[in-house]
């Protein structure tokens, strides 16, 4: 190997590897590509500015639709998030789209929040979704639709990269169709239950029940719960965040489910005697997942997954329910939406996008360059009492927390360089929103960011230290995470 680095061999292939790349992007179709405006004609951009002068009641309406189709068995349904190839068997518990409308009264508008139970979702299959809302005329007033995936890993793909094989397009048709009408019905319907009442904020500490699998430890172990008690009387709806990889059914399930957040809407059901639940994830890149995840993807053992999944389920539902600091919400909700360009150089996926197997909308930039237009997006709720950070895809938590590794052990021995999230928004409570309106795949620090010597982004690198760099398998580059954090400091600086 010597031998060959002294020739820069490596380099050479790189090269040749890039040459090729350069050549297919100058001869894809036009087509293919699109523009900022285009891709952001759906995405309403919210407040301009934020106010501070708080409605005199909430308004909040919960909604949902079941996306598992009905002929799951008898057609072709790829299960995403471990394998290709992997065909749905069976149901265990129900995909669902759950939408929720709130309202301050200020005048100024309401807002959509959507969970849909899926690996991740597409900006531009969002925008389709949008669109259908917005054409519809149903919802008048409306200035943000944030959609969300949960990510669960044993449901049906909605990405394209779990067919039979790598690049053989995952999704149907059919199924994406349906999947958009009801998502969109779900977000009319939630419009169309609102009800007034009073909106609370508390959150729990799940200790011992996450992992990081890779350096630094580090992830936010806090469950927040935001509240909705109608003045009527009817159900409550809990709108619950936790950052942990919704994927305790493992490898070798066949069946399609929304994983743990179905078993902790269970019990928060069980103890409120019917509430409406949604969950959203968090910071989950780095890998954050359950507690036990060697036993889950370890072969040589025999693991209960199954009873794992809901025990732990019915745990996240247990510290909801436990929650004792609830705090309430002044009626006032500002959020502010901006488009972004994100360099895109992994080849793999740009490859899987030219072939159709990927859909997220590109740009040919300058030197026969792409980039993935996204979007990112900041909501307050309260008087400064809860900031949200909506990101496009699986957030490494040091991003927020600025807990990276020092210089001398990360795989470019250099200090990262970067305003942080946690350094940005001056509310009592912040918390991300992962997989929000895109999925980027894992937004990783860049000094820490490292690539197969030969084979970038095809093959796994592994550094000085024996440390496995998978994740950047499934990263869109390392200018991501710089072009996320900076994109979101201008557009909260904006706002304050």
């Not at 044993?154 to 994406?176: C, H, P, R, V």
């Not at 927040?224 to 159900?235: A, C, E, L, Q, V």
């Not at 996240?316 to 600091?325: A, F, K, Q, S, Y």
Request: hydrophobic share 40%.
């Amino acid at each position: 190997m010597a031998i060959l680095r002294f020739f820069r061999i490596p380099n050479l292939v790189r090269g040749i590897i890039s040459v090729l790349l350069s050549i297919i992007i100058l001869f894809v179709p036009c087509s293919t590509f699109t523009t900022e405006e285009a891709t952001s004609e759906f995405m309403l951009a919210g407040d301009e500015t934020f106010s501070y002068t708080a409605g005199d009641k909430w308004t909040l309406g919960f909604a949902q639709e079941v996306l598992t189709p009905e002929d799951v068995t008898a057609a072709t349904y790829y299960i995403a998030g471990y394998n290709t190839n992997n065909p749905a068997k069976g149901v265990l518990d129900d995909m669902y789209a759950k939408a929720v409308y709130i309202d301050d009264n200020t005048g100024r508008g309401g807002i959509i929040l959507c969970a849909l139970d899926c690996v991740g979702i597409s900006r531009a299959d969002i925008n389709d979704i949008r669109q259908l809302v917005i054409e519809s005329g149903k919802i008048p007033n409306l200035k943000s639709i944030n959609i969300c995936a949960t990510h669960t890993h044993s449901a049906i793909d909605t990405q394209g990269l779990w067919g039979s094989d790598f690049y053989s397009d995952g999704k149907n048709e059919d199924f994406m169709q349906s999947l958009k009408e009801k998502t969109a019905a779900a977000i009319i319907k939630a419009y169309e239950a609102r009800e007034d009442g009073k909106l609370y904020f508390g959150t729990a500490e799940a200790d011992g029940m996450q992992a990081d699998t890779r350096t630094p430890i580090d992830y936010d172990k806090t469950v927040t719960s935001i509240r909705f008690d109608p003045s009527d009387g009817s159900d409550d709806t809990y709108i619950v965040n936790f950052a942990t990889h919704a994927e305790m059914l493992g490898a070798k399930t066949t069946v399609v489910s929304a994983d743990f957040p179905a078993y902790m809407t269970n019990e928060i059901k069980a103890q409120t005697g019917g509430a409406n639940v949604m969950f959203i994830n968090g910071s989950v890149g780095g890998l954050i997942t359950g507690d036990k995840i060697n036993e889950i993807l370890d072969k040589t053992i025999e693991f209960d997954c199954l009873t794992y999944t809901k025990e732990y389920g019915k745990k996240v539902g247990e510290l909801v329910m436990g929650i004792t600091n609830e705090k309430e919400l002044a009626p006032l909700v500002n959020i502010k939406s901006e488009t972004i360009s994100v360099p895109c150089d992994n080849t793999a996926l740009l490859l899987a996008r030219f072939i159709g197997v990927l859909n997220n909308d590109v740009v040919k930039t300058k030197f026969n360059k792409v980039s993935i237009i996204s979007e990112v997006s900041y909501m307050q709720l309260g008087n400064k009492q809860i900031g949200v950070y909506m990101i496009p895809g699986e957030l490494y938590p040091e991003l927020e927390s600025g807990n990276f590794l020092p210089a001398d052990e990360a795989a470019n021995g250099v200090e990262a360089d970067y305003k942080v999230l946690s350094e940005m928004s001056d509310c009592e409570h912040n918390f991300v929103l992962g997989l929000c309106n895109d999925e980027l795949g894992y937004i990783i620090p860049d000094n820490d960011f490292m690539l197969h010597e030969w084979f970038p982004y095809f093959n796994i690198a592994y550094d000085e230290a024996g440390r496995k760099h998978y994740e950047e398998t499934n990263s869109v580059g390392p200018d991501a995470a710089r072009t996320i954090l900076e994109a979101m400091d201008e557009l909260i600086s904006s706002v304050k």
